[in-house]
Antibody
Framework: QVQLVESGGGVVQPGMSLRLSCAAS????????MHWVRQAPGKGREWVAV????????YYADSVKGRFTISRDNSKNTLYLQMNSLTAEDTAVYYC??????????????WGRGTLVTVSS | QPVLTQPPSVSGAPGQWVTISCTGS?????????VHWYQQLPGTAPKLLIY???NRPSGVPDRFSGSKSGTSASLAITGLQPEDEADYYC???????????FGGGTKLTVL
């Protein structure tokens, strides 16, 4: 069925790195822009990053710029988020989301269940 | 603090009508960006409810409707049903942040 399944979350120490993956199935992955959105405990949702359907353009929230890298492998129907220099403020559930919009009026018509990243010493 | 402002909670009796507000600013709604709404039932992934201010994806009942005017938007739910009890979030694009922004979410309780 049409779904997104995140993996790779866990507990990591401050300053360390982690790579999240998102496996897509049931739709033509290479036709969609993909985003990462996160939600810290007790806080609202925060947009993290976007990658164009063909991987040619990537944009990041200021809070993660220079530390996180979004990428995709359309041959494997998989989205990635490489997270470096992690801090406690990065602790959150990370959601992989699909964006059908071709403009910057982004909206998200498919969400994964999320994967929890905890940054703690 | 979330960029878009929502009331923390609203409630209504079965069959009644409720609205959830979402207040933005000149860099998102006021700049012409659309509002989108999501429903999240406990323990499940968020679900797109309204996109492009007032459009319903296939399968979303017409009891749900959305609107936007100026720097404010609202989600209306008519004929409340117990299964509507969930968290509702608004979302838009912000030109000053060059990315998506969300509301803090509103918990709907069906009394």
């Amino acid at each position: 069925q049409v779904q997104l399944v995140e993996s790779g979350g866990g507990v990591v120490q401050p300053g360390m790195s982690l790579r999240l993956s998102c496996a897509a199935s049931g739709f033509t992955f290479s036709s969609y822009g993909m985003h990462w959105v996160r939600q810290a405990p007790g806080k609202g949702r925060e947009w993290v990053a976007v990658i164009w359907y063909d991987g040619t353009q990537k944009y990041y929230a200021d809070s993660v710029k220079g530390r996180f890298t979004i990428s995709r492998d359309n041959s494997k129907n998989t989205l990635y988020l490489q997270m470096n220099s992690l801090t406690a403020e990065d602790t959150a559930v990370y959601y992989c989301v699909r964006c059908p919009s071709g403009t910057d009026n982004w909206y998200f018509d498919l969400w994964g269940r999320g994967t929890l990243v905890t940054v703690s010493s | 603090q979330p960029v878009l402002t929502q009331p923390p909670s609203v409630s209504g009796a079965p069959g009644q009508w409720v609205t959830i507000s979402c207040t933005g600013s000149s860099s998102n709604f006021g700049a012409g960006y659309d509002v989108h709404w999501y429903q999240q039932l406990p323990g499940t992934a968020p679900k797109l409810l309204i996109y492009g201010n007032s459009n319903r994806p296939s399968g979303v009942p017409d009891r749900f409707s959305g609107s936007k005017s100026g720097t404010s938007a609202s989600l209306a739910i008519t004929g409340l049903q117990p299964e509507d009890e969930a968290d509702y979030y608004c979302q838009s694009h912000d030109s000053s942040l060059s990315g998506s922004v969300f509301g803090g979410g509103t918990k709907l309780t069906v009394l």
